[in-house]
């Protein structure tokens, strides 16, 4: 959780209103910013690109007389995609997002289905994870290609619903259902997970200070690096009101973020995201799976001879390259989908990553598998033993 202070939420209200938009463009710009940097090849990048999210807009817009009063959850996601270009006035990148954001006002009832009906390319709140390149804030770079930019994060200003003003005429459902005994209060908002790896929520709270919040998807951002975006966008928001609308460019609000780490799970690009390899079916369906977790600069075959040797009931599979806990994560969904055993092993070296991608499986709700670790990469036959025992071992602790 980051707050910016009521002193600190008056200055970005007036500095945003400054231009004539509203605080949440401000968050949408913020996050525009830290899209591109993510997705630029090297620091200070002058390259304009392509990025886009998702917004949530209130689903009370509408023109249906009542609807700021219905109750139960309306709100909706929308993609949103804009031009970050380094060289533009930053004044010009506000007024774009909050140009495009009125321009979502007439889609807050349009369904994920009629979004990818219209551009070709299904938005159902996850894309897919196994794609060339992987990462929470790549999402909004810009593809080479006629497709628009991957959508992965979702961006939500929580707005104080207007309550009917006082002295004002009354509602006449409000005396149908007082003499029904119902009382209906007004709608508040309710957290929920989403089902985009990253989701970053803004609210006010009592005292009048921006509070900001995440979800995000634990197989895909460790919460270290969850906290270390959502301090960059409050880091954002703080330093943005000291830029002269009328100077400023672009490139000068990215110089805030100069010298700050970008989060691990966005400093791809990651090469061919990794597949499993069957190296040996199970003996029965519902046996369960063991995934060798390949070391780093392992050869391909390292686990061949393991397959040979081990004699096993459940299938070994292994990937077909070495890969860090997300992409190993990403690569195993099936087989977490099948909800059957598993169990992780390797050779020395890749035991680090087999104990994260237990900690996130575990983190994330299912059982968190064990891990066995014996032998070297060196695929010889005391290796493949001692390797082969661990196993042994492994799966009579957990039957």
Request: hydrophobic share 45%; glycine share 10%.
């Amino acid at each position: 959780v980051e707050r910016l202070n009521p002193t600190e939420a008056l200055r970005l209200r007036g500095w945003a209103a400054a231009r004539g938009v509203a605080e949440s463009t401000a968050l949408h710009a913020a996050w525009a910013l830290q899209l591109h940097r993510a997705a630029s090849p090297a620091p200070g990048t002058a390259e304009p690109r392509t990025v886009a999210f998702g917004v949530s807009v209130s689903g009370r817009g509408i023109a249906l007389e009542g609807a700021d009063r219905l109750p139960g959850p309306l709100a909706n996601p929308l993609p949103l995609s804009v031009d970050v270009d380094p060289a533009a006035p930053l004044a010009r990148l506000l007024t774009d997002l909050r140009d495009r954001a009125l321009g979502l006002a007439a889609y807050e009832w349009i369904s994920a289905g009629q979004i990818g009906e219209w551009t070709g390319r299904e938005w159902t709140g996850r894309e897919d994870m196994h794609r060339e390149e992987t990462g929470v804030l790549e999402t909004g770079r810009a593809e080479t290609g006629p497709q628009p930019p991957q959508i992965e994060s979702l961006i939500t200003f929580d707005r104080v619903l207007a309550r009917p003003a006082l002295g004002g005429p009354a509602d006449p459902l409000d005396g149908e259902l007082a003499e029904a005994d119902v009382r209906v209060s007004p709608p508040e908002p309710v957290e929920a997970y989403t089902g985009l790896p990253f989701a970053l929520t803004a609210r006010h709270d009592r005292a009048g200070g921006l509070v900001l919040t995440a979800d995000s998807d634990r197989a895909r951002l460790a919460d270290a690096e969850a906290a270390r975006i959502l301090a960059q966008t409050a880091l954002l928001l703080r330093e943005l009101p000291e830029a002269d609308l009328h100077r400023a460019t672009v490139a000068d609000a990215l110089t805030l973020l100069d010298g700050l780490p970008l989060p691990r799970a966005v400093a791809g690009p990651y090469g061919a995201a990794p597949r499993l390899v069957t190296l040996r079916p199970a003996a029965y369906p519902g046996a369960g799976t063991v995934l060798l977790v390949p070391p780093p600069d392992a050869p391909p075959d390292c686990y061949a001879p393991v397959a040979r040797a081990h004699r096993g009931l459940q299938a070994l599979v292994t990937l077909d390259a070495p890969a860090d806990a997300a992409a190993a994560l990403a690569a195993l969904r099936p087989v977490l989908a099948a909800g059957e055993p598993l169990l992780l092993g390797c050779f020395s070296g890749g035991g680090a990553v087999a104990y994260e991608v237990a900690e996130r499986i575990g983190a994330h709700g299912w059982r968190a598998p064990l891990v066995s670790i014996g032998g070297t990469a060196d695929g010889g036959p005391a290796s493949v033993r001692d390797l082969s025992r661990a196993l042994w071992a492994a799966t009579r602790q957990d039957s």
